[in-house]
């Protein structure tokens, strides 16, 4: 079935450590997105890409890094000057950036806790 | 600056009763989608309905139907016969710019 992956599903750093989180899609979309959520709050954009090798920085791209190399594979790394990087994250995609009827699919989301 | 509101964090509604959930969005621009997503307690996001800013009629996907006032900015879902498995929050979304813009969400709570 097409859909999201993303893994680990929970994820424990110990500080100062950088790791990196996984995404990847098997639906042709040209757009993939990382976004992160607090508890019981909205989700906020950290990078995005509309197509392979190219990347734009969302809301909240500090501490984060993302690469493009494939059409499928959109990982996120998080730095350690990630300073509060404990967080739900979601990947997500849609057919392309600039279709305005396109949904974004999500993955089930990693939940990364630094301990 | 603030893209969309959703000014209610919580809300509770008898099972089998309708709840409308308020979403009110703010662009200069005149081509958008309007989105309202699902999220249960284990994390997954769920697509709902989708609102096209040109559309003229409110769109409506079984028991969901988004009311789509362009001139109030404001897009509020109505889910109608509440079921408990309706129990989550809910998101709404603007893709604008190029961008998918997300609310705070609001927490439905369905009682029996």
């Known amino acids: 079935d097409g859909g999201i992956t993303q893994s680990p599903k929970y994820l424990f750093r110990k500080e100062g450590q950088n790791v990196t989180l996984s995404c990847e899609q098997n639906?042709?979309?040209?757009?993939m997105y990382w976004y992160r959520q607090d508890p019981g709050q909205g989700l906020r954009l950290i990078y995005y890409?509309?197509?392979?090798?190219?990347?734009q920085k969302g809301d909240i791209a500090e501490g984060y890094s993302v690469s493009r190399e494939k059409k499928e594979s959109f990982p996120l790394t998080v730095t350690s000057a990630q300073k509060n990087p404990t967080a739900f994250y979601l990947c997500?995609?849609?057919?392309?950036?600039?279709?305005?009827?396109?949904?974004?699919?999500f993955g089930e989301g990693s939940r990364l806790t630094v301990l | 600056a603030q893209k969309i509101t959703q000014t209610q964090p919580g809300m509770f509604v008898q099972e089998k009763e309708a709840v409308t959930l308020d979403c009110t969005y703010d662009?200069?621009?005149?081509?958008?989608?309007l989105f309202w997503y699902k999220q249960p307690s284990s994390g997954e996001m769920i697509f709902l309905i989708y609102?096209?800013?040109?559309?003229?009629q409110n769109a409506t996907e079984g028991r969901y139907s988004l009311n789509f006032q362009k001139a109030r900015k404001s897009a509020n879902l109505v889910i109608s016969a509440s079921q408990l498995g309706d129990s989550a929050m809910y998101f709404c979304?603007?893709?604008?710019?190029?961008?998918?813009?997300f609310g705070s969400g609001t927490k439905l709570n369905v009682k029996p």
């Open positions: 997500a995609s849609s057919i392309s950036v600039t279709a305005l009827t396109g949904e974004l699919f």
């Open positions: 639906l042709n979309h040209d757009a």
């Open positions: 890409s509309q197509i392979v090798n190219d990347f």
């Open positions: 662009t200069s621009d005149q081509s958008y989608g």
């Open positions: 609102q096209g800013s040109y559309d003229e």
């Open positions: 979304a603007m893709n604008n710019f190029n961008k998918f813009y």
